[in-house]
């Protein structure tokens, strides 16, 4: 098994680095003038021109990407004109293998700003996992054996109207009515543990994560409701039953059991995918994770931190499908051994 | 909701982002609107904390970088002092005249404007103890020419500065120095600044841009540097570091020395602590607005940048109007003619005679989002007066019957056929059919032409088949010289593929002759002559025809006090004069 | 009530009394199993034979009790050593099953949690009722897949089910219900998803244990080679209700109801005549929302027209004791069942048989 994961985390890496040549690809074949919106509001074309130059934007995109590969591999020295690099050595910053670039726009390596802005992504998407797994399988266990009745119809029902509601019009009416009209909460900053402790990170962190776990509440609802009772129906719970176990026993050991198994590939996913940047809440909340960093380096058509970007919730979504492949060979002895 | 929400803030995010300004000014006095009563206006005392509530990330914290007009307003009372620096004053003729800051007195022109001398008052420090040398503004001034390293500030000094190939600090040869070092020279504490021709206007444009302010070698990383601030103001930063997307704590900076400083005309200081919070959300202006109308006990010592939107202006009554300000900004709207299909000067006469401005403004929202605007000069820039070819004829409700007898006249056959550009959101959409209603009872016949977010691109184009383009300008510093020339001087703007910022290819060579006596004009007053003389002959030509003022809308929580605005101030809250009651 | 006579003399072990099992669904009710009585003693075998639908799984898993908890409305009495199942409490009903009353399924690979080691599924059935250690549960689980016939049962106590083949998986299972000494067993349909040769040595541990323990054994199956083989009494079912029951050897040579000869008729015989004819039972199992009226079985019924007038098709006949004896309950409108049986259909069934005469 662990061949097998190695082989897959190869995969993924070159998986990962095509990534990145598809992005450098994608980001020059648009009709955006990149080095226009880059030079600000005096913009000749002579100064568009030394912009494009600075940014290294004139060069073919092979070049610029293999440029980017090798500060991946060996790490890169940055300004890339060597002449200024020579000349003020003081305006030379060094970025260590791996470095995946250098943002002019926001005046510092992409790693150093993935490393500022990653922990809100994770944070946000840590918080919200345990809420909407939480209530989200709680909540389709309950319609599960309740099946067909008010309970499980208001369930659905409820969940499904929630899901109807955009993000953005949640976040925003936590914000405007529960926040500043009835002023239920505190404006919620970022707070990191090393600032707040552990209560103040939590706390601060509820408004964004339950409008992240809003969103995804309604389908683990309806997921978990459908494979518990997928489950329910198998013969090995009327084997259980027969057996003389209690319905408790019934529904934990064996029903749910089997109906983890959708459930950890889904979480694994959605999780892998929001490490990412929950760009829509985190942009509503202002909280500066991976997905506002997204949404504002895409505007400013910033490469370095874009390419970066990509190739980090890249690799998160590989590492998780990876950990979801281990985690199935834990759940399944048939995957383990077969 | 959302999507409304969405349009009001995208609107309001436009005012700041695509425009962008430095100081420059309104006479909130006479055209301002402000709220009956409150205290808005009464100074407060010293101490306190003020919270600044930002809806918008700043591009940069480098002086040499910064050209967010209200991030150079409100730094120059904070973080940077310039050689000089505009008054706090709300009287136009005042407040358009700078005044001494780092520098013992304005400045000392000479060979007709070609050359200006400062000399550094005794005391000024670096938030580090360190003197603030000649050297430090001479560094400075020299960092505006590595503009491929410093990306997107005021490049005027690489037009001005007498030095051929300077590639800017970090590159030069120690020849090309040495020449830099001779046109902005030292001696002791006086720098001096040779230009390659006249620059009447130097002092305001170094007052409202900090493309002259000192900077500190030892603290210059380059690229690295584009967010670390060392302050020379009465505040600093905790951390020195600037925060993009989170803003940063204001403290006192103890090496500031207010015996240094005018500190009643230019920077009162008065709260102990700023806490400077940026919020990029698309719904943070709303939201702040929202706190400050609910005035709730961490909001009452706030302030925001954002404007109230016209959902939340309905909610200003009682106790919250005392709080309130209405004012006329900075930014003028205009409409552009397009010289290349509009060639009868009678169709163009005509447009202007019978547009329906009063009816425009009614539909982006009345009187407290915008009044209607007699030139392009923004009435806050020096030098502004109705330009007669607009302000006589009419009373901005445009006259149909006028321009039907102009087209008569003249002979051309109605209905003209004529194509509207703006740039598309409901709210314009709403205005622009009121404005094309008009002009099609005034033997037109309008097509609108609601365009994306290219807009400025496409109406650049020099073979477009628009008609007339919607257009908006705010001044780099109060001059019409940042209004006319970068706006209707044909030959920076032309190239082969565009027409730059001169939408309508306005092309007269009797106009570029006034700009060229313009910039060459040895003070300020004549300049301004000159200019009042180029607009009235645009104005002939209606190479433009102005709209509106956009107005802005401000409150404040109730323990802010000394809540006004300025022209240096860009017409935002004058955070100079800012204090938080006990 | 109908009642075995031969059972008057004593209390019976399991009396199952005018059992009914009914479904309601959107669509009407569902009479699964509609007025089933038997009889059965420990150490005895009863074969309930039937097509899927007839009521035959149904009426067992009441015996069980695994419609409690479903909107099945359960009828009737079902007296195990004199207690009325259906009037227990659930948690009473919940310390029998597994304990008194064993289950084995069909299809053992399904009827066994993937996720669980097969030692571990046995030891929670004996767990459930003993309170013993771990250890002790394997130990008595070990024992248990020796007796049951799995080689190295110490190390197979570890393996998963779907390591197991198909005939090892049954005889986990056949451990598995066995484990607490059951004094009754069901066993539904155990060998159908297994090989011929596995049939036969599946029936022969349930055989050689029962003799062991001294099990009542229910057997269901849809297959009367089963029920020849291993079954002291046979039962068939049609359309949840009972149409013949006896003895099994009485049963299948004297049947009396044309259901039964078709069930009869429909099974391969590979030591028997090469020249009969498999002639299965023409048309559809009957729907149990809503029943054919009188006979359930007269759609399908080829001897129709030997009974007078339309009786087949209004009035349900009861189940009496027929022609041949109080034992063998038959229900059935003909008249002479045994002649028609002996003159028509063993001739097309089995000719060798009929020439022997």
Known sequence: MWAYAARRVVIGILLLLALSLVTFILFFASPADQAKLACGKQCTQAQIAVTEKALGYDKPVYEQWAGFAKGVVAGRDFPIDQAQREAAPETVTHCAAPCLGFSKYYGETVNSLIKDYAPISISLAVVAVVLWLFFGVLLGIAAAVTKGSILDRGIVGLTLLVYAFPTFFIGVFFLKYVVVKWGLLDYPYYTPIAEGGVWGWLTNLWLPSLTLALVFLASYVRMTRAFVLESLGEDYIRTAKAKGLNSRAVLFKHGLRAALTPLVTMTGIDFGTLLGGAIITESVFAYPGLGLLTVQSSQAWDLPTVVGIVLIAGSFVVLMNIIVDIAYAFIDPRVRLG | ?582 | MEQNAHMDEKQPFLKVENLKVHFPTQDGLVKATDGLSYALDRGQTLGIVGESGSGKSVSSSAILGLHRGTNAKVEGRILLDGVDLLALNNAEMRKLRGKEIAMIFQDPLSAMHPYYTVGNQIAEAYRVHHKVSKKAARTRVIDMLELVGIPQPDVRFDSYPHQFSGGMRQRAMIAMALINDPSLLIADEPTTALDVTVQAQILDLLQNLQREFNTAIIIITHDLGVVAEMADEALVMYAGRAVEHGRVKEVLTHPQMPYTWGLLSSVPDITGDPNARMVPVPGNPPSLLSPPTGCAFHPRCVHRDKVPGDLCTTELPDLVPGPRGGLHLKRCHLADPESIYQNEVIPEIAPDLAEER
């Open chain 2, 1 to 582: 909701m959302g999507n409304r929400l969405k349009r009001m803030v995208a609107l309001g995010a436009a005012g700041v982002l695509g425009l962008s300004l430095a100081a420059c000014g309104g006479d909130s006095n006479d055209n301002g609107n402000k709220g009956p009563g409150g205290n808005n206006g009464e100074p407060g005392e010293a101490g306190g904390t003020l919270t600044v509530l930002q809806h918008f990330p700043f591009e940069s914290s480098d002086p040499n970088r910064i050209y967010y007009g209200v991030q150079l307003a409100s730094w120059r009372r904070t973080l940077y002092r310039g050689l000089v620096a505009f008054p706090m004053s709300e009287d136009p003729a005042v407040a358009n005249t700078p005044v001494a800051d780092l520098a013992t007195d304005t400045g000392t022109s000479s060979e007709g404007g070609k050359v200006w001398s400062f000399t550094l008052k005794d005391g000024v420090k670096w938030e580090d103890g360190s003197d603030i040398t000649c050297e430090d503004v001479q560094y400075g001034a020299s960092r505006s020419f590595a503009n491929d390293v410093i990306i997107g500030g005021p490049t005027y000094l690489l037009n001005y500065v007498d030095v051929k190939d300077y590639p800017g600090p970090y590159k030069a040869t120690p020849e090309q120095q040495q020449a830099f070092d001779e046109a902005v020279s030292c001696d002791g504490k006086t720098i001096t600044f040779h230009f390659n021709k006249p620059w009447a206007d130097f002092p305001q444009a170094i007052a409202g841009l900090m493309m002259a302010d000192p900077y500190k070698e030892s603290q210059d990383k380059g690229d690295g540097s584009k967010w670390t601030i060392l302050s020379n103001g009465p505040y600093k930063i905790e951390g020195n570091k600037w925060d993009k997307n989170k803003g940063a704590t204001l403290v006192r900076n103890d090496q500031y020395d207010p015996a240094t400083d005018d500190p009643e005309q230019l920077r009162l200081a008065l709260p102990d602590q700023i806490n400077w919070e940026v919020n990029p959300s698309d719904t943070a202006g709303e939201l702040f607005n929202d706190r400050l109308i609910q005035d709730g006990p961490k909001d009452q010592a706030a302030i925001t940048w954002a404007r109230l939107n016209p959902a939340q202006l309905s909610q200003i009554s009682g106790p919250v109007e005392d709080r309130y300000l209405n004012v006329v900004s900075p930014y003028t709207d205009y409409l552009v003619l397009n010289h290349k299909t509009l060639t009868d000067p009678a169709v163009r006469k005509a447009l202007a005679v019978s547009l329906n401005a009063n009816g425009y403004i009614k539909a982006t929202g009345g009187s407290t989002v915008a009044e209607p605007a007699e030139t392009i000069i923004n009435p806050g820039v020096s030098g502004s007066q109705d330009n007669p070819a607009f302000a006589e004829d009419n009373d901005n409700n445009g006259d149909p019957e006028a321009a039907k007898a102009i087209l008569e006249e003249a002979g051309v056959k109605m209905p003209v056929k004529i194509k509207l550009a703006y740039q598309k959101s409901p709210t314009q959409d709403k205005a622009m059919a009121i404005i094309q209603q008009t002009w099609n009872e005034s033997g037109f016949e309008v097509t609108l032409d609601g365009q994306g977010d290219t807009y400025y691109d496409v109406i650049a184009q020099p073979d477009k088949d628009i008609d007339v383009m919607w257009a908006g300008w705010g001044a780099d510093w109060p001059s019409a010289m940042t209004v006319l020339p970068p706006l209707f001087d044909s030959r920076p703007n032309f190239s082969s593929t565009t027409c730059g910022n001169d939408y309508g290819c306005y092309e007269s060579d009797e106009v570029n002759k006034l700009f060229d006596d313009a910039a060459n004009a040895a003070d300020v007053d004549t300049q301004v002559g000159i200019l009042q003389e180029i607009d009235a002959k645009l104005g002939e030509d209606y190479a433009y025809i102005p709209l509106d003022n956009q107005k802005f809308n401000w409150l404040r929580g109730s323990k802010v006090t000394g809540f006004t605005t300025t022209p240096a101030s860009s017409q935002y809250p004058e955070i100079g004069l800012i204090g938080v009651a006990k």
